[in-house]
């Protein structure tokens, strides 16, 4: 069997064969060679529940005899066996991969870039909303309480920012006192009280236009007067000049 593998692709092979032990590979890069393995046939990936295992085939299996590997299932007192026949090794149980807290993400990269940061606004289907995280954040309660959090969108990017609240806002106010209850003889009083408040209000309104109304009708009498006379004194004098 003639496949030429990397060094990379035949590590993958062996750590395949041995049954995917944990703590062997620090990334996720391995899966990229074990994508080109199963490719050739020489191993077989599943995915179920977030988990990932692989197991080598057949053909895997006998590159690994005539390469020198070290397959798990196999040994150099039976090569002759049929190892199609063996049954598979049982999958070793993984764990999920935490999911990232973009929300402690973002703080800690407000607080290394003193409280401001631009982000792009890409589009397509690896964006980043923005916006939804910096509402995330806010509602996570990890904002301190004397700071506020900022996103808005720019000519530059969404832009972000931490900053302080005024002192003035954090000030607290001395509370005022307040009747802590009222009896119902002393809400009747109020109430009276200021009804009649009310009605000297509007009394005092109805003498004012009352007051009013008398001028502007001593004021018309007089000009209806002065007309009068004026008009006789104009006449007379028609009269005398005839």
Aim: hydrophobic fraction near 30%.
């Amino acid at each position: 069997m003639q496949q030429d593998l990397n060094e990379r692709q035949q590590a993958v092979l062996d750590w395949v064969s041995q049954g995917c032990p944990d703590g062997v590979w620090t990334d996720s890069v391995f899966k990229t060679s074990a994508q080109a393995l199963q490719s050739r046939g020489l191993i077989k990936i599943t995915k179920r529940l977030g988990s990932w295992f692989a197991q080598p085939t057949e053909k895997g299996r006998q590159y690994l005899l005539h390469s020198g590997g070290h397959p798990a299932e196999q040994s150099n007192s039976d090569t002759s066996e049929d190892l199609s026949e063996r049954p598979p090794r049982p999958r070793p149980r993984t764990s999920p991969k935490p999911r990232p807290n973009y929300t402690d993400q973002l703080l800690e990269e407000l607080i290394a870039n003193n409280g401001h940061l631009i982000k792009p606004l890409d589009s397509g289907p690896c964006s980043v909303n923005w916006t939804s995280r910096v509402n995330a954040a806010r509602k996570s309660g990890k904002i301190p309480h004397t700071q506020e959090l900022y996103g808005f969108r720019t000519h530059r990017g969404y832009e972000i920012k931490l900053v302080d609240i005024p002192a003035w806002r954090l000030a607290e106010l001395t509370p005022l006192p307040v009747p802590t209850r009222l009896t119902l003889a002393e809400i009747a009083q109020q109430v009276g009280l200021r009804g009649e408040a009310a009605e000297r209000k509007r009394h005092a309104d109805q003498q004012a236009r009352e007051k009013q109304q008398r001028r502007w009708e001593a004021a018309m009498h007089e000009a209806r007067a002065a007309y009068a006379h004026a008009y006789r004194v104009k006449h007379l004098e028609e009269q005398a000049d005839a």
